[in-house]
């Protein structure tokens, strides 16, 4: 402001530029009037110093200032209207922008009330000015109103904040039933609060019969708060919820309503699946399937059932089925062969729901209720009738007439009926014919007819008589009353007489001369005629023969000698066996005698197959031929079997006795005369058929059994390929597989049998049929063409027709693409005529490789190959992808993408664009970069600014849809964090999908560009990742691709410009719901069970497949049409896909099981038709694909059951006789071919078990060449057509005991000049119990001219050992020994030669015995060494009253001179010599000569002498037998009396049995001793006289003096008495023989070999009362006599009495026969004399 005067001009300078003057005007810059300056607008370049110039005439003045310019304080990111999510953080901006050099302050108000945010937590103003409120909640709706204060000016903005929740639960929710429409129910309820957010739509949920909750009605319209819920089903209990939704999200659902139950309701479906099978001629079975369970409207309660004649309008028959598990039903007493229609429908509480379909189904064909009309039957001739008949009415056959049956039999013999079967003729009159009838015999005779059940009735029987004939043989023609010149013939009527007798026609002539032929004939009656006139002594032949009205029958002729009565004949001899071949030999013989009448008949016998004398003989042929006959030819021989021949010869008189069977022979080998029968063939798979046959028996194989084996040729009936042959080499092979055939084709083969010389015949031909399959070979030429960016056309030609292996049901196509690890992916293009399809929802410009199969009802063929490769066509891009900003600066950024997952072409390049977030939608900046190019850097931008980014992609086709992202300039970013709120709502889980919803996290102030999902299978999985390339934007994904039934857990990461954030929560594991099984059934077999079920086995399918909790299995079956297949089978009416070929005409049966069933039995079926078998396996949700076809043919099945009661009875030592009974009839599934027998010895199966095999329905056999006295275990099973029966229990037997083998060894020890110890081994097989053994042994040469036997039985098997005590010092001995059980078996033999050996010391010297008071010292000197050093000594004794010595002691050092023995080792009262001798290596050394004889006497007092007790011994014996003498003559007195004994001749004398040999210097004697267990028996034969040794005798319970027991020693002579034990002789009886020369008999003594005794052996001597007894001693002082030959017979076995013979001497003897007791005498015991 300035003042002067005058008024002072002013002007404004800004240092030399003048800004403002009364003069000078610049824009912007105004001078005002009161001189101020006025700077519009101002900018920051006015900022300066102005001076303001006053000049006036008075002079100017100036002042200066400087001017500040502050840039304007202004929001520039206002705060705008936002609606917030309850409880989660609002953000509300309000950016400023001020001048650096002033600061700013911001206020928040809220509705005008300022915002303190240190009164709340939940508030917060950040230094930008934002406002966070977390935790937002109702309370926080209103006006926001930002207020910026500074000395740069001020500003304020308002914005509206809506804070919106998930709407509340409806209230009041009420079910009500619609009482308009039974299946609905209408719900109501009262709108809820909606949450500050409009309500979208309602959810309802409902809960079926407490079933999990399901969504029913999801997008409800939000204004109805009412609605009619329908699609409800009958009879179940239902409750429901509402919830709503609003853009929160789904609110909480209001609480369910009460339980409520739909009315029942009739069944709204029928019955599925109906079969009708008839089962008798009077019945069938309905089979069915339950209706879905969807349509039961209630509990059914079961089945009404009706049925009525097929075709007609008759009333319907009801069954009411009340048991809704019950799903057949046998519908009885209906009409036979008559077609039904028949309707199935169920019923629950509410009513009867509706009948199926009906189906039709014959019952099946009954036996005919009518006989043949107008029969007629008369006799052609004499053995045939001839019938004339017509049908019977055709409504009376009740089936297809299969002819008819011929009936003949006679009066006599109604159950003799002939039968013969005649095919029907549908065409005029039937005739037939019997034949091979009796002559002149009277039948009835009728006609019926018959269908496959069985016969009708018969006609009415007709009476007829055959033709007359002339007559048979008479019978009986015999002679009598033969005389000189006459004889009486006589004769019976003939068997057959064939017509009536009018006469007999006898003739006669010289034999040999017709001239001479007389005859006569003679009345009916006449049945002898006396021939007269003949001439003595001359042979006739005489002739018979009956006659009828038709003439002379056949003659019987027999010739005789007159004069000469017939005899029987003798017995024909010589037989040998000449001209062997296959079927027959020659037998050449010498007749026998032949009885003075020709011979009429020869009947040769044989032996069959196994030769022996226990085997049975059997009639081979029987030839009459001319009495002079020498040879036979035997016909009808079977080839390679062993024979032997015997015969007898037949005259008028009767049969000779048998010949002696003729040599073993085997006739020669043959091809086989029959090929096997009963050949069944079936189909065993695709590619092969299974033949079975009956194998030929053990008779047919005509040749080595070894060599038999089948042959089976086989040929394609179309005779397309070559024939086949293959050959089995196993005779017993009853079935083989052929394998390698082509798929669906029917075959013709035969059978035949071959041995080593050729081949049997051929079978007839049978023709089977291979099983469809899947097709063996591709469609052909195969092309596709890509039509559009998504779809190819594919086309191609079928299967070649051979190729296809049954009926195509349609084509699979896979596609997959190519160098990609994708899914296979399948089109199913139905039928067998379309031969193209269009791919479609193919990616876009995508490499796929496709081929083409063919599948059949058995399963998918071959696909084609190679695959064919099309490219879909081109199209605009997908987006590219990850599109991330790793550099971000203030005013650049970089941004990188990977290129779009579906390109959809081939990319040129690509397109960034970005723009400011608030600038134009449409105002982007555009860069194009190359294909390869991967990244972008944007510059230039704005700092804190927030930008938006586009990529796309370019094809040919053009640019692809963009991805967008923003992404603000700025330095301050972090990692995001993770999402969370990962939930899983659970009516969004599948079975194989499941939707994850989450909240993202922060995003650290850098967009999110994409999310990862990661999933784990429980309970072991490892995290895997699912996706990584999940929108920004997304909260919720779809997981697809999991398995059924599986629990999981998810976590979820996110991904910004800064990297990833860590993995969230992870949820709670979630299952995914049951699916179908995705698996059938594996290793599903079916076997036959009995002849009307079978047997389904099968494994379950993987646990992994299940895809859910199994409920069981169902087995579906249906009847094939045809057995075999030919070209006409290849069309089934319904070529659709498997199930619905199979379902509509198939039984169906459900097995409900747990996964641990693999077996159920399928009954009721019928027989001898095929069935076709499938399995699936189901769960709640539904069924799996179903198992591949099995075949089965029902009708056969092995016996279930094996034979019973099976007995084996022994019949000898190496045969068993097995016995059983057949299988129960109800097991035996078939007829019994025959039986396979298992048998073993009992303790080695393994290595001794055999198998015989009878292939006729015998029930025993013969088990043959069995170890002797072995226990056998043997089991039968029997087997039929089908198969072999289980095998029985084991049943055992043993075979009888025979002759043992021979001892396994025998060896000698302790030689010595006159003993031996010999022992032996028991036999290797002993073939029964062992009872003992007997020894045998002699010189080889005679000793002193006596060879003597001795024969020794030993009684036990525990004793294999013997001690010989009697040889001769250097002679060579033969020793035998044989075991015995039931008799005595093989001999083993073995030589040895008494001592003393070669080169064994020679005799010890001055030999001395001295005696003490306590015992004998034996003294002696070394003698000769021998060959070898001497190693010890050995001592022998014997008692100086005895001959033969004993080893007393043994093992003696060889340095050793003395030995003492103690005196009570030795018999008191007994003198003993001794002797020495050396041992050495060689064995034995020659004997010591012996010492003197010294008694072993103690002294003692007189009562201990031997004789005091000797002579009380006696006294008391003396009274004792006085005593008895006296009672015995007065008992026998007149027994006595009768007995005249001549003076000298009542004493009975033990003596030998003697064969005098005068003339011959040499005596054979031989020994029998028998040894029991319980004695010591000793044998001496020494050379004195047989001198005989008195003793008493005393019978029947009175004490014997001692004695052998029976089984001790005896003798017996092998010439005179076989067995025997003592010789009755009289007293005066004197061995008076002429002498032969003075030696004498050689002593022998026989001993076991045992222990030395408590006392010396002396000593058991002495005590054992066999010893004396069995010791011949010489009388001292009489003189010998001459030695005679005689011989000592073999002991035998103990009889009731003992066997005697009497040598008959010149003074007489009374002869007794072996065996026999003389009469009036008494038993002579073994080894004593008796006398009276």
Known sequence: EVSGAPKPAIAWKRGNQTLASGSVRIPRFILLESGGLQITPVSLEDAGNYTCCAVNSEGDLNASAALTVWNRTFIVRPPEDSTVIKGTTATLHCEAAHDPRISIRYVWKKDNVVINPSSSSRIAIETDGTLIISQTWSGDIGDYTCEVTSFGGNDSRVARMEVIELPHPPQNLLATLNSSFSRSVILSWVRPFDGNSPVLHYIIELSENNSPWKVHLSDVDPKMTSITVSGLTPARTYQFRVCAVNQVGKGQYSRETSRLMLPEEPPSAPPKNIVASGRTNQSIMVQWQPPPESEHNGV?????????????PGEYQYKNITSAEINYCLIQDLIIWTQYEIQVASYNGAGLGAFSRPVTEYTLQGVPTAPPQNVQAEAVNSTTIRFLWNPPPQQFINGINQGYKLLAWPIEAPEAVTTVTITPDFHGVHSGYITNLKKFTAYYTSILCFTTPGDGP???????????????????????EILDTSLKVSWQEPVEKNGIITGYQISWEVYGRNDSRLVRTLANTTLEYKITGLSSLTTYTIEVAAMTAKGTGVVTSSTISSGVPPELPGVPSNLVISNISPRSATLQFRPGYDGKTSISKWIVEGQVGVIGEEEEWVTLCEVEKESDAQTLEIPNL???????????????????????????????????????GSITVRTASETSLWVRWVPLSDTQYNGNPESVGYRIKYWRADMQAPVLVKVIGDRLEREQTLEDLQEWTEYELQIQAFNAIGAGPWSEVIRGCTRESVPSAPPENVSAEAVSSTQILLTWAAVPESEQNGLILGYKVLFREKDVESKLSSQVVRGNHT????????????????????????????????????????????????LVFPEVRLTSVRVVWQPPEEPNGIILGYQIAYRLANSSPNKFTTVEVGSTVRQFMATDLLPESAYIFRASAKTRQGWGEPLEATVITTEKRERPEPPRELRVPQSEVTSRSLQLHWRPGSDGSSPIRYFTVQLKELPDGDWQTYSSSISHEATSCLIDRLNPFTSYKLRLKATNDIGDSDFGTETEAVTTLQDVPGEAPNSVSVTPHTTSSVLVQWQPPKAETLNGLLLGYRIYFRELEYEGSGPESKTI???????????????????NSSSLLTTYELTQLKKYKRYEVVMTAYNIVGESPASAPVEVFVGEAAPAMPPQNIQMNALSASQLEVTWEPPPVDSQNGNIQGYKVYYWEADSQNETEKVKVLFLPETGIRLKNLTSYTKYLARISAFNAAGDGPKSSPAQGRTQQAAPSAPSFLAFSEITCSTLNVSWGEPAAANGILQGYRVIYEPLSPVQGVSKVVTVDIKGNWQHWLKIRDLTKGITYLFRVQARTITYGPELQANVTAGPAEGSPGPPQHVVVAKTTSGLTLYWTEGVSGNAPTTGYVIETRPSDEGLWDLFAKDIPRRATSYSVGLDKLKQGVSYEFRVVAVNEFGYGEPSAPSMAISAQLDSPFYEEWWFLLVIALCILIFLLLVVFTLLLYSQTKKYKNCSLEPGQGLCLLSFCRRLSPGKNVSHTEESVTLDNGGFTALELNSRHLHVKNTFSKKNGTRSPPRPSPGGLHYSDEDICNKYNGVVLTESVALSEKPLDASESEATDSDYEDELPKHSFVNHYMSDPTYYNSWKRQQKGTKPPAPYRYEECVAGEPEPYFQTVITTQSSGGVYTPTGQPTPGSRTPVTGFSSFV
Request: aromatic fraction near 8%.
């Open 638 to 676: 079977t080839p390679y079997t062993f024979y032997r021949f015997r015969m007898r010869q037949v005259n008028i008189v009767g049969q000779s006795p048998l010949s002696q069977p003729s040599r073993i022979i085997q006739t020669l080998q043959a091809p086989p005369d029959i090929a096997p």
């Open 1133 to 1151: 009416k319904n070529p659709s896909a498997l199930r619905a070929e199979l379902t509509p005409q198939s039984s169906f049966k459900t097995v």
């Open 458 to 480: 018969r006609s009415p029987p007709l009476l007829l008589q055959t033709h007359e004939d002339k007559p048979g043989t008479v019978g009986h023609l015999s002679f009598t």
């Open 300 to 312: 059914l309660h079961g089945y009404i059932l009706r049925y009525r004649l097929a075709g007609l």
């Open 835 to 882: 031969l193209s399809v269009l791919l479609a929802g193919l990616r876009k410009y995508v490499l796929y490789q496709i081929q083409v199969l063919a599948f059949t009802r058995i399963g998918d063929g071959v696909p084609s190959s190679p695959p064919v490769i099309e490219r879909t066509k081109d199209d605009a891009p997908g987006p590219p992808v990850r």
